[in-house]
């Protein structure tokens, strides 16, 4: 884990204006009000990925722990924010704005700050998006407040 290039994508994003329609960039995807990037992307895993993928599972979410203690620093603490309630809104058919809509798919819960300088919200989770698919490191700025 490269806590200092997180950092400085993570202070990019936060600085950086949302583009007027959704599209990919350097980092990740960025759209109205929004940009994500993945810091980190383990490998695939196969059917029966068992230990490697928890073992996986466990490292990411120790990373996303370390990288939340140097933004903790800047913010102070996290709020720790359930997305499980946002995707069940979404898949009873509400319209939530993104990118909590689409996060909620495939990440479970986030590390969640607000900048007082951006009123940015600045928020960190891991993704997977199916078994044998990888884990991802996410870093999520957005201006939307959190549903």
Known sequence: M?????LS??????AREFPAAHGR???GESGPGYHTAALQTSGAFR???????EETGAQYEADRDG?????TERWGPPQAFSLYSVLERTLDGEDIEEPWAALSGHVPDVQLWKSAETGRWIALGVSQWDSELPFQLLAV???TDPP
């Open 47 to 53: 059917e029966d990925g068992g230990s490697e993928r």
């Open 2 to 6: 490269d806590i200092a290039r997180y």
């Open 141 to 143: 700025v957005t201006e």
């Open 67 to 71: 990288l939340g203690e140097r933004l």
């Open 9 to 14: 994508v993570i202070d990019l994003l936060c």
């Open 25 to 27: 960039t350097e980092h």
